[in-house]
């Protein structure tokens, strides 16, 4: 059972460092237009407006992604405690 919770967490903990990972990737590259536009001044408020809405939008779907696996991880839990619990209660019959 400690092998089950061992990998549940790792699970958990690699997910959690991959959507942050790949957030800041996808924050670098999508901020990339916006770079460029912010060089015409005509253009540079609007394009950091628009930069930061983008950032905020994706930092919540990455943020989603997190709070999910977060939920996963607490089934988990529960379903191995549970799990535990039957096994302890035919150990004492």
């Not at 996808?26 to 609007?46: N, R, V």
């Not at 394009?47 to 950032?55: I, P, R, T, V, Y």
């Amino acid at each position: 059972m400690s092998r089950l919770r061992g990998l549940k967490d790792l699970v958990r903990d690699v997910v959690n460092k991959g959507a942050t990972s790949v957030e800041e990737i996808h924050k670098t590259i999508a901020a990339m237009p916006f770079s460029a536009l912010e060089k015409f001044g005509p253009m540079e408020e609007s394009a950091k407006s628009a930069k930061a809405l983008q950032d905020r939008t994706i930092g919540a779907v990455y943020d989603i992604i997190r709070k999910v696996n977060d939920e996963v991880d607490k089934i988990a839990t529960e379903i191995l405690d549970k799990a535990e619990d039957i096994k302890d209660d035919k150990e004492n019959y």
